[in-house]
C-alpha cells in the first residue's frame, strides 16, 4: 500500500514536474507546477511529516503558486513567446549533461549511505510523547530555531519592503 | 620622553579623516568655511606633528609613541603605529606641507571644492598611516588607500587633455607594483608561520627572522619593485611626467614632495634591514640604475619644453641621488639620503607651487611662453630662484647638505660612482639655470606676460615657511641629522653585518662595477 | 679674534637689508648701508690685523670654531675660519678694495632701476668672498666658493633683459660648476683620506703621514686644481671670463679682476703643504699658469672691445699667479694676486669711468683722444697700464718680477722664457689699449662726443687711491734691499711646512748673486719697454701699420681675432652634441622604449579584454551551462581519480 | 516503510528537471518555476533524511527554506514585473544588458 501511494505520489510529482518545463503556455506550466507541489506534499505525508505536507500545500501549492499566476496573468503572457525548435535542440543537448551531473551526484550520495546510521533523537517515539509531528516541530522551533526564527522574520519584512519599492511605478 | 597622555600617533593619522568627515556636513556653496575647515585640521595635524618632534628622543634607535592593539587577532594582524628617527622627519614634512597644500588651493581650485579638499584630507591620512605603520598589513592598506584620492585628483580636478591617460597610468602602475609587494608580505607572513610558528605582520616580528639567501632574493625583488615604480626609479618612471603634468597644483605638490618619498621610505625601512644580504646582492644593479636615474633624468630635462615636465624630470635626477646614497652603506650615504629625501620635498615642492602660481595666471606651463618674467613678477622671481638653487645643490641652502653627504659616502665605497652622480650636479646646474633664463631672463617678448600679477600676500606666506626651512636645514642640519643618526645605524649595522658573507655567497661580486681608486686606502 | 665673524657678517647684514627694503629706501640710504656694511668689515678687518701684527710670527694663527655644521658618523664639519696672515692679505685686499669699489658704484650705477638690487648682491658677493677666504676648513670653503659663483652669476647676468647677459651669467655659473665637480671630488678623497676637512689637521697629518710624490695627494691636488681652474679661468675653463665682462664695469673690476678670479689662486696657496708634496701637481700648476699666460695674452693683442682686453689680461694674470705657486713661489703668487687686485681694479674701473662716459661704448675703435675730456681718468688708467706692464717702480714691476725670477731660479727655463714674452705681449697690449684710448684723433660719433664728462667725485677717488696703491703696493716686498721682503717675513709662517718640503726635494734655497738679479730684473723691463716701443710705433706713430701688420698674417689675425675659436669648439664638441643626444634618448629611448613598453603593456591588456569579452554574453542562462560544465568536469575527475 | 534511496531518486530526479528548465527555457516565469523545483528537490531530500536519522532538525530546515522561498519569490516577480514594464518582454535573450 504505502509503496503504491509512494509510486503515484511520485510519478505524478516528476511528471507533472516534467510537463513545467516542457510545455510552451506559462499559465500551463503553473498549473502543473500546482499540481507538483500537492503531490509532493503527498509524499511528505507518506514520511509521517505532516506539518511540512501542510505547509507545502498552504504556502507554496497556495500562495506561492497564485503569486505566479497572478503574475502571469497581469503580464499577459502569448504562449508563442519562444521558438519551439531551438528549444527542443537545447534539451537533446542538456538532458544527457543534466543527467549525467544528476547521476554522478548520485552515485557519490549513495556510496555514502552505506556508512550512515541513525544518529538522531527524534525517533517515531520521541515524537508521539511530544504529542505529534506539529507540537515536537513547534517546541524544537521556539528552542533550538529560535534566531533564525526571527530573523527570517526580519528577512520577510525586508522582501516586503523591497518588493513595494520595486513594483512601483517610478515617479517621472 | 614620551610623556604625552593620548594616543598621538593615531590623533595625528585620523585628524585629517575627521575633517573630511565633518567637510561632508558642511554646506556646499559654503566654499570659505570650507577651505577654513580643511586648514585647521591640517594646522592641527601638524600642531600633532609637532608634539611628537618635541617630544622624540634623538638618543633611541627603537620605536618611539607606539600603540599597539589587535585587530584581526585570529590572523595576527594588529594596529601598530610607532615612529622611529628614519620616519620622524619624513612625517614632519608631510604634517608641514599639509596646511600649505590647503592655502596653495584656495583660489586655484573653484570648482567642487569641498570633494578635493576631501581627497586631500584623505590622502594626508593615507601618506601619514604609511609612515607610521608597523605592521604589514597595515601599511599596504595605507598604501594603497593614499592612491585612490591621488588618482581622483588628477582624474577630477586635472589638466582636460591627458588627465584621464595620466590618471590611469598612474593608479595602474602603481598598483602592478604594489601587488607584487602583497605577494612579498604573504610570503613573508607564512615563511615565519613555518619557520616560528607565530602568525603575524608585525614588522618587528619579521625583523627578528634570519630569511634564507634565495628567499631574500626573491622577497627583495618584490618588495622593490612596489618601491622602485613609486620612486620613481629609472626605468620605470615614465608615469611621473605625466601625472605631474596632468595633476593640479597641489597634486603635483603633494606628489613631489611626499608620495615619491614613500618609495625611497620603502627601501630603507623594509628592504635594508629585512633583506640585508639581498640588499648587498643588488647593490651593483640598484646603483647601476641609480645613477643612471641621475644622468638620464638631467639629459631628459634638458629637453623638456614643458615647466611642470622638467621639473618632474629633475625629480628623476633627484631621487636617484636618493637611491645612490642608499646603496652605498656607508652611515653618511644613508643620513644623506634622507636629508635629500627631505629636501627634495621642500625645493621641488616649492618650485611645483610657483610654477602653479605660474599657471594660475598666465594658464599656460609652456616654457617659450613665458620670458623676462622677473619685470612683471620680481617677488615671484626671487623665490623661483631660491627653489632653483636649494635644488641645484647650492651650499647654504637644503639640497648641497643632502647631495654632499650621499656623495661623499658613495665616494667611500666606489670613488667612480660618485665622479659619475656628481656629473649629475652639474647638469642640473645647467638645465635649471636655463630654464630659468628663458623663464625670467631677456626681454618680455609676450604681450600677456607684461601685466601679471606679482605675488600676492597670501602666495608670499605659505612660500616664506619653504624657503626658511630650506634655510635651516642648509645652515644647521645638525639637529635633524642627530634625531635619525640612531635608527638609521640600526639599518646600516644590519647590513654592514651580513655584508662580508654576503658578498662571497654571491657568484656575481659588487666588484663588477670598474673602480679606478682603492678607497679604503688610509 | 672672536670677532672674525663680523667681517662677513656686515656685508650680509647689508645684503639683507638692502634685499628686502632696498626697494623702498632711497639711493642714498641704499647706498649709505652697502658701503658702511664694507667700511665696517674693512674696520673689524683692520683691527684683526693690527691684534695678528701683535702676535709673534709663530702664533700669529688663530681659529675660532663657531658650532657644528654636518655631523654625521664619524664626519663631523664645524663652521670654523681660519686667520693667519695669508687669510689676512686676502681679507684686507676684499674688504679694501671691494670698499672702493661700492664707493665707485655708486656713482656709476647711479641711474640704474635695479640700484638696490645691484648693492644687495654686491654685498651678498663680499659676504661669501670673506667667507672664501676666511674659512677653517675645506668644506666652508666650498660654501664661499660656491656663494661668490652664485653672486658671480647673478651679477653677470644683472642686466638680465639683455640676453648676452644673461646667457654669459649661466655660462660662468655651468663652467664654475664643472670645476666645483672636481672640487667636490677632491673633498671627498681628502676626508676619506684624513679623516678631517680642517686645514691645520690636514697640513699637520700631510706632513706627518705622507712622502713627496704620493699618489693620494697628487689626486687630492689635481682635483683641487681642477675646481681653482673653473674659478680662477685658467686653460681650458677660461671661456666663461671674457662673456662676464656683460655685467656692470664694477662688478668685472671687484668680481672678475680683483677678488673671486683669484680664489683659486688663493685656495692652491692655502694648500701649500699638499702641492708640495706632490711634485707631479706642481708642474701642472705651473705648466697650465705659464700656458694661459701666454694663451690669453695672444687673444688680448686684436680684441677692439675695451673691457675684453681687460679680461683677457686678468686670465694671463691669473696664469702668472698660477705660475708662481705652480713653481714654489707661493709669497710671489700671493704678492701678484694682492697688486693685481689694485691695478686690475683700477684698469677696470678707469674703463668704466671711459664707458660712463661715452654712454656705454666699450669699442676701441671708437674712441681716440680722450686724454683731454678725461684727465683723471687718464693718468690713473697710465698709472695702472705700468703697473701691470711691469715697469719701475709700479707696483706690478716687483710681483710680476719676483714669479719670473723664481721661475728661472727652480730651473724653469722654458716656462720662464714662455713667461717673459707673455710680459711683452703684456706690455704691448695694454699700451694698444692706451694709445688707442686716449692718444690720437676722437674717433666718436659728435653726438657721443657732445656728452663726455669727467667721473664724479664718487668715481674719481676710488680711482685716484687705487692709483696710488699701484704705484705704492709694490714697496712691502723690495728685493735686493736689506730688511726689503717684508710681505714675505709676514707671509713665511704660512709657507714654512711648504718651503721645508720643497727645499728638501729640489735645489731651493741656492740664491744667486745680486748680479744675476739685478740683470735679470733689467732684463724684465727692458722687455715691457720693448712692448711700449711697438705699441707706440704701431698706434701713434704709425697708424697704418696695425692694418698691414693684420692683412699680412690675415689668418693668424683671424684666429686670434675669434679667440682661437675655443667657444665655437666647445659649442659643437660639448653643449650640441649634448643637447642633440638628449633630444635623441628623449625621442627614442624615453618615449619610444620606456614608454611605449608600459603603454605596450596596457593595449596588451585591452586587446585581450576585446577578445576575452565576447565570452560574457549576458545570458544567465550561458553562465549557468558553464558552472554546470565545470561541474561535470570536476565529476570526471574524481572519476579518473 | 520505503527506502531513503527511492526518496533520493525522486529527488534527483526533479532537481534535474529544475536544472534542465533553468537551462533551456528563455521565459523567465518559467525559469523561476524551475528554480522552486530545484528547491523543493532539496527539500524532499531534507526530508526523507530527517526520517532516515532520526532527527526532525532537517524539517526545520525544510521550513526556512520555504521561507527564504517565498521572500524570493516575491521579490523575484516583482523584478519580473519591472523588467517587463521596462521592456516589454521577458524573455532573457532580449535582455542582454551584462553583455561584455
Known amino acids: 500500500m504505502e509503496l503504491f501511494l509512494f509510486v503515484t505520489f511520485s510519478a505524478l510529482t516528476v511528471g507533472s514536474a516534467a510537463a513545467v518545463v516542457w510545455h510552451p503556455h506559462p499559465v500551463k506550466s503553473a498549473l502543473f507546477l500546482i499540481l507538483s507541489f500537492f503531490s509532493m506534499g503527498g509524499l511528505y505525508l507518506l514520511l509521517q511529516a505532516e506539518f511540512i505536507a501542510l505547509m507545502q500545500v498552504l504556502v507554496y501549492a497556495g500562495a506561492v503558486m497564485v503569486l505566479f499566476l497572478f503574475v502571469i496573468m497581469l503580464l499577459n503572457l502569448k504562449p508563442r513567446g519562444e521558438d519551439r525548435a531551438a528549444f527542443k535542440v537545447r534539451v537533446r543537448w542538456a538532458v544527457p549533461l543534466v543527467l549525467f551531473f544528476v547521476g554522478g551526484v548520485l552515485t557519490a550520495v549513495t556510496g555514502a549511505l552505506a556508512r550512515l546510521a541513525p544518529a538522531g533523537s527524534h525517533g517515531p517515539d520521541w515524537v508521539a510523547a511530544q504529542g505529534g509531528n506539529i507540537r515536537a516541530l513547534g517546541r524544537l522551533l521556539f528552542t533550538r530555531g529560535l534566531l533564525p526564527f526571527e530573523v527570517t522574520s526580519v528577512l520577510l519584512l525586508v522582501a516586503v519592503v523591497g518588493v513595494m519599492v520595486l513594483a512601483k511605478k517610478e515617479r517621472r | ?522 | 679674534m672672536d670677532s672674525a665673524w663680523l667681517i662677513p657678517a656686515f656685508p650680509f647684514a647689508g645684503f639683507l637689508i638692502n634685499g628686502l627694503w632696498g626697494r623702498r629706501l632711497s639711493k642714498k640710504r641704499v647706498g649709505t648701508v652697502a658701503c658702511g656694511a664694507m667700511a665696517l668689515a674693512f674696520l673689524t678687518a683692520l683691527r684683526l690685523f693690527w691684534l695678528l701684527l701683535q702676535q709673534a710670527p709663530d702664533r700669529r694663527i688663530w681659529e675660532p670654531v663657531y658650532y657644528t655644521w654636518i655631523a654625521v658618523g664619524e664626519f663631523s664639519v664645524r663652521a670654523s675660519f681660519l686667520l693667519d696672515p695669508l687669510s689676512m692679505v686676502m681679507v684686507l685686499v676684499v674688504t679694501g678694495v671691494g670698499l672702493l669699489i661700492h664707493i665707485y658704484s655708486t656713482g656709476y650705477m647711479h641711474d640704474d632701476p635695479g640700484y638696490a638690487r645691484y648693492f644687495a648682491y654686491l654685498n651678498l658677493f663680499a659676504c661669501a668672498m670673506l667667507l672664501l677666504v676666511l674659512a677653517g676648513n675645506l668644506l666652508v670653503l666650498f660654501v664661499g666658493w660656491e656663494g661668490v659663483g652664485l653672486c658671480s652669476y647673478l651679477l653677470i647676468g644683472f642686466w638680465y633683459e639683455k640676453r648676452s647677459a644673461s646667457d654669459a651669467g649661466k655660462k660662468a655659473f655651468i663652467v664654475n660648476r664643472i670645476g666645483d665637480f672636481g672640487f667636490l671630488l677632491a673633498i671627498f678623497l681628502t676626508f676619506w683620506t684624513f679623516g678631517t676637512l680642517q686645514f691645520s689637521e690636514i697640513f699637520q697629518a700631510a706632513v706627518q703621514r705622507f712622502q713627496p710624490g704620493d699618489m693620494v695627494l697628487t689626486g687630492i691636488t689635481l682635483l683641487l686644481f681642477v675646481g681653482a681652474v673653473g674659478k680662477s679661468a685658467q686653460l681650458p675653463l677660461y671661456v666663461w671670463l671674457p662673456d662676464a665682462m656683460e655685467g656692470p664695469t664694477p662688478v668685472s673690476a671687484l668680481i672678475h679682476a680683483a677678488t673671486m678670479v683669484t680664489a683659486g689662486v688663493y685656495m692652491v696657496a692655502r694648500c701649500s703643504v699638499l702641492y708640495a708634496l706632490a711634485p707631479l701637481s706642481m708642474g701642472v700648476v705651473a705648466a697650465v699658469g705659464c700656458a694661459t699666460a701666454v694663451f690669453a695674452a695672444t687673444i688680448g693683442l686684436v680684441q677692439n672691445d675695451i673691457k675684453r682686453v681687460l679680461a683677457y689680461s686678468t686670465v694671463s694674470q691669473l696664469g702668472y699667479m698660477f705660475l708662481g705657486c705652480g713653481v714654489g713661489a707661493y709669497v710671489a703668487g700671493i704678492f701678484h694676486l694682492m697688486t693685481h687686485a689694485f691695478f686690475k681694479a683700477l684698469l677696470f674701473l678707469g674703463a668704466g669711468s671711459v664707458i660712463h662716459a661715452l654712454g656705454g661704448e666699450q669699442d676701441i675703435r671708437r674712441m681716440g683722444g680722450l686724454r683731454r675730456w678725461l684727465p683723471v681718468t687718464f693718468w690713473t688708467f697710465l698709472a695702472g697700464s705700468l703697473a701691470i706692464a711691469g715697469i719701475f717702480p709700479f707696483a706690478g714691476f716687483f710681483s710680476k718680477d719676483e714669479i719670473l725670477f723664481e721661475t728661472l731660479m727652480t730651473g724653469h727655463g722654458l716656462l720662464y722664457t714662455l713667461a717673459l714674452g707673455g710680459a711683452a705681449l703684456t706690455a704691448f697690449y695694454m699700451f694698444r689699449l692706451v694709445f688707442r684710448t686716449f692718444f690720437g684723433e676722437s674717433r666718436m660719433d659728435p653726438e657721443t662726443a657732445h656728452h663726455v664728462h669727467e667721473a664724479p667725485g664718487a668715481m674719481a677717488v676710488p680711482l685716484t687711491i687705487l692709483a696710488v696703491l699701484s704705484l705704492v703696493g709694490g714697496w712691502v716686498q723690495v728685493p735686493i734691499l736689506e730688511d726689503g721682503k717684508r710681505f714675505a717675513r709676514f707671509l713665511s709662517p704660512v709657507f714654512e711646512s711648504a718651503r721645508g718640503i720643497l727645499a728638501g726635494t729640489s735645489e731651493h734655497g741656492t740664491h744667486p748673486s745680486l748680479w744675476v738679479e739685478g740683470a735679470l730684473m733689467g732684463l724684465s723691463v727692458m722687455v715691457a719697454l720693448a712692448g711700449i716701443g711697438v705699441a707706440y710705433r704701431w698706434y701713434v706713430a704709425d697708424p697704418q701699420r696695425p692694418e698691414k701688420v693684420a692683412a699680412r698674417f690675415s689668418r693668424a689675425y683671424r684666429w686670434l681675432l675669434h679667440k682661437y675659436y675655443v667657444d665655437e669648439l666647445y659649442q659643437a664638441v660639448v653643449v650640441e652634441p649634448l643637447k642633440r643626444l638628449a633630444e635623441t634618448v628623449h625621442e627614442w629611448v624615453d618615449r619610444a622604449v620606456i614608454d611605449g613598453a608600459v603603454d605596450g603593456a596596457g593595449a596588451l591588456f585591452r586587446r585581450a579584454g576585446a577578445v576575452l569579452r565576447r565570452i560574457q554574453t549576458g545570458l544567465v542562462q550561458h553562465y549557468a551551462l558553464s558552472v554546470l560544465a565545470g561541474v561535470c568536469l570536476l565529476i570526471l575527475a574524481a572519476l579518473a581519480v | 516503510m520505503v527506502p531513503l534511496h527511492y526518496y533520493l531518486l525522486v529527488s534527483a530526479l526533479l532537481f534535474a528537471i529544475g536544472v534542465t528548465g533553468v537551462l533551456v527555457r528563455r521565459n523567465a516565469i518559467v525559469i523561476f518555476m524551475s528554480i522552486e523545483l530545484m528547491l523543493n528537490a532539496a527539500n524532499l531530500s531534507f526530508v526523507a533524511f530527517s526520517r532516515e536519522l532520526q532527527d526532525l532538525s532537517g524539517q526545520l530546515f525544510v521550513f526556512f527554506v520555504m521561507v527564504v522561498a517565498a521572500a524570493e519569490v516575491t521579490v523575484g516577480l516583482a523584478i519580473i514585473v519591472t523588467l517587463h514594464r521596462n521592456w516589454k518582454t521577458i524573455h532573457v535573450d532580449a535582455i542582454r544588458m551584462l553583455k561584455g
Not at chain 2, 276 to 303: D, H, K, N, Q, R
Not at chain 2, 485 to 497: F, H, I, S, Y
Not at chain 2, 499 to 509: D, I, M, P, S, Y
Open chain 2, 1 to 522: 620622553m614620551e610623556n604625552v597622555f593620548f594616543p598621538v600617533l593615531s590623533a595625528m593619522v585620523f585628524t585629517p579623516l575627521l575633517g573630511a568627515l565633518l567637510l561632508v556636513f558642511v554646506d556646499r556653496e559654503n566654499r570659505p568655511l570650507q577651505r577654513w575647515v580643511a586648514l585647521v585640521t591640517m594646522a592641527v595635524v601638524f600642531g600633532f606633528a609637532l608634539i611628537v618632534y618635541g617630544g622624540f628622543d634623538p638618543a633611541r634607535a627603537g620605536m618611539q609613541f607606539e600603540e599597539w592593539t589587535p585587530w584581526i587577532p585570529a590572523l595576527g594582524i594588529s594596529y601598530h603605529l610607532g615612529v622611529d628617527g628614519i620616519s620622524l622627519l619624513l612625517v614632519m614634512l608631510t604634517a608641514f606641507l599639509g596646511p600649505i597644500c590647503v592655502l596653495a588651493c584656495w583660489r586655484d581650485i573653484r570648482d567642487r571644492v569641498k570633494e578635493f579638499l576631501v581627497c586631500l584630507l584623505l590622502l594626508q591620512t593615507g601618506m601619514l598611516g604609511v609612515f607610521l605603520a608597523l605592521d604589514l598589513v597595515l601599511f599596504y592598506l595605507f598604501w594603497e588607500v593614499m592612491l585612490i584620492p591621488m588618482a581622483l585628483l588628477i582624474l577630477v580636478w586635472g589638466h582636460p587633455a591627458r588627465r584621464v591617460y595620466a590618471a590611469v597610468k598612474f593608479f595602474l602602475y602603481t598598483m602592478a607594483g604594489s601587488v607584487f609587494m602583497l605577494v612579498g608580505i604573504l610570503v613573508l607572513y607564512f615563511h615565519q608561520a613555518k619557520t616560528t610558528g607565530t602568525y603575524s605582520f608585525d614588522l618587528t616580528d619579521f625583523m627578528a627572522l634570519r630569511l634564507p639567501f634565495r628567499l631574500q632574493l626573491w622577497l627583495f625583488a618584490a618588495f622593490g619593485v612596489a618601491f622602485a615604480i613609486k620612486v620613481p626609479m629609472f626605468p620605470f618612471h615614465t608615469w611621473l611626467p605625466d601625472a605631474h603634468t596632468e595633476a593640479p597644483t597641489v597634486g603635483s605638490v603633494v606628489l613631489a614632495a611626499v608620495l615619491l618619498k614613500m618609495g625611497t621610505y620603502g627601501f630603507l625601512r623594509f628592504n635594508l634591514p629585512l633583506f640585508p644580504e639581498a640588499s648587498v646582492f643588488f647593490t651593483p644593479l640598484m646603483v647601476a640604475l641609480a645613477l643612471a636615474g641621475i644622468i638620464y633624468g638631467a639629459f631628459m630635462c634638458l629637453v623638456q619644453k614643458d615647466l611642470k615636465r622638467l621639473i618632474a624630470y629633475s625629480s628623476v635626477s633627484h631621487l636617484g641621488f636618493v637611491l645612490l646614497g642608499l646603496f652605498t652603506f656607508t652611515l653618511q650615504g644613508l643620513q644623506g639620503s634622507l636629508i635629500q629625501m627631505i629636501n627634495h620635498g621642500l625645493s621641488t615642492g616649492a618650485l611645483f607651487l610657483l610654477v602653479g602660481m605660474l599657471y594660475e595666471r598666465r594658464h599656460t606651463r609652456m616654457i617659450a611662453d613665458f620670458g623676462g618674467l622677473s619685470t612683471p613678477v620680481p617677488r615671484l622671481a626671487v623665490f623661483f630662484m631660491i627653489a632653483t638653487l636649494a635644488s641645484i645643490g647650492l651650499p647654504g641652502l637644503n639640497g648641497f647638505v643632502g647631495e654632499f653627504l650621499i656623495l661623499l659616502g658613495t665616494f667611500k665605497v666606489r670613488p667612480l660612482w660618485a665622479a659619475l652622480g656628481a656629473t649629475g650636479v652639474i647638469l642640473a646646474a645647467w638645465y635649471m639655470l636655463w630654464m630659468v633664463q628663458r623663464v625670467f631672463f631677456g626681454e618680455v617678448h609676450k604681450e600677456e606676460n607684461r601685466s601679471l600679477l606679482d605675488l600676492v600676500p597670501r602666495e608670499v606666506g605659505l612660500l616664506v615657511p619653504l624657503v626658511a626651512c630650506m634655510v635651516w636645514i642648509g645652515v644647521a642640519p645638525t639637529g635633524f641629522l642627530k634625531k635619525s643618526e640612531p635608527a638609521v645605524d640600526r639599518v646600516l649595522a644590519r647590513v654592514q653585518q651580513v655584508q662580508q658573507t654576503a658578498r662571497e655567497k654571491t657568484q656575481l661580486k659588487p666588484e663588477c662595477l670598474v673602480s679606478w681608486y682603492p678607497a679604503d686606502r688610509k
